[in-house]
């Protein structure tokens, strides 16, 4: 990514000192943006330098790093004499930090720390990077075109919850793992922000962007909110709750001609049939007659053969009638 564009401050930058004393005491009331130093602050402020990529060090000569500095959202080209290494203590806008990292203060940390630069765009933009962590993900920061890499911890199930009392089970890269808890509820938007303890941050592909949601058991397929459904993910033992209404079954499929049966969003309603048969992409075109579109989490929105939880069967050789929380099952 190379985006070397202006972003929102994630720090306040430091005002210069402004001597408000008028050069023409005669003069003041006839300006009124040298009777307000504030408008006078605001017309000295510089927009951010962006000398170089700090992803790859491009735009700096040999023996130069391309250090990120969030307190005034700059890129530039420095020679480091400091060489501090991840998560050790740092001081915000004194260039300490080592080759590809920064200086950053988390809402988690007590102080600040040094953090390796990432793409949040980037699935592996973490991996197998050094640390305290026994795995590392990208966490965006609102309002910029980069991210840090935090601690992800051990693999997780989020109805057990085996994490640290400041730690979440939450969906990262397509595992469940332990990472950083933070204040965002219930439907709260958790692309940058961490989720409270208790609930999973999952990218589901009827909304808009990830969700903090509450976890589920499949097995038992019930939610503490009245009106939700535990709506289970593919190559996960455990679900999450949304609300759902449901105003037809699609293994009795009573919709009348030219329509069916089939899931929209979290709801199960008749919709007007499609051209899409069991296995097709259903993302733009509806579903077949006899096949309702699923959308799991990390995967493409596919026709899939309903089946009946307490008959189990298929009709394809191989698939298994799996619970999707929603009273019936579908063939996977």
Do not use: H
């Not at 006839?30 to 927009?47: I, K, L, N, S, V």
């Not at 459904?229 to 079954?249: H, I, K, P, R, Y």
């Not at 049966?261 to 919709?271: E, K, M, N």
């Amino acid at each position: 990514m190379s985006k070397l564009k202006l972003a929102t401050l994630l720090f306040l930058a430091p005002m210069a000192c402004i001597d408000t004393t008028p050069t023409n005491p005669s003069a003041v009331g006839d300006d009124p943006a040298q009777d307000d130093p504030m408008m006078r602050m605001e017309e000295m402020e510089m927009p951010p330098v962006f000398e170089c990529e700090p992803l790859d060090n491009a735009g700096c000569v040999d023996q130069q790093s391309c250090v990120w500095e969030p307190k005034d959202n700059s890129a530039v080209c420095r020679s480091l004499e400091i060489n501090l290494q991840i998560e050790e203590p740092c001081n915000p806008g004194s260039f300490e930090c080592g080759d590809g990292l920064t200086c950053a203060a988390l809402p988690k940390d007590d102080g600040a720390s040094c953090y390796r630069v990432c793409d949040p765009e980037q699935e592996d933009a973490c991996a197998g990077l050094p640390g305290s962590s026994p795995n590392y993900m990208c966490m965006g920061l609102r309002g910029y075109d980069y991210g840090v890499c935090v601690g992800a911890g051990i693999q997780c199930d989020p109805n057990q919850d085996p994490c640290g009392d400041d730690e979440a089970c939450s969906i990262r890269a397509g595992e469940a793992v332990c990472i950083p808890s933070g204040s965002t509820g219930v439907g709260g938007d958790c692309s940058y922000e961490l989720c409270e303890k208790g609930l999973v941050c999952a990218n589901l592909a009827d909304r808009p962007w990830p969700t903090c949601l509450a976890p589920c058991d499949v097995a038992i397929g019930t939610c503490a909110e009245s009106g939700d459904v535990c709506t289970g993910l593919e190559g996960f033992n455990f679900g999450v709750c949304q609300a759902s209404m449901a105003s037809c079954n699609p293994l009795v499929d009573d919709c009348g001609s030219d329509r069916t049966c089939s899931i929209d969003g979290t709801d199960v309603r008749c919709v007007t049939t499609g051209p899409t048969a069991i296995g097709g992409d259903c993302t733009n075109d509806p579903c077949a007659e006899g096949g309702v579109c699923v959308k799991i989490v990390d995967r493409t929105p596919t026709c899939m053969e309903p089946c009946d939880l307490t008959f189990p069967e298929c009709s394809t050789a191989g698939f298994e009638c799996s619970s999707i929380g929603l009273g019936f099952g579908v063939c996977l």
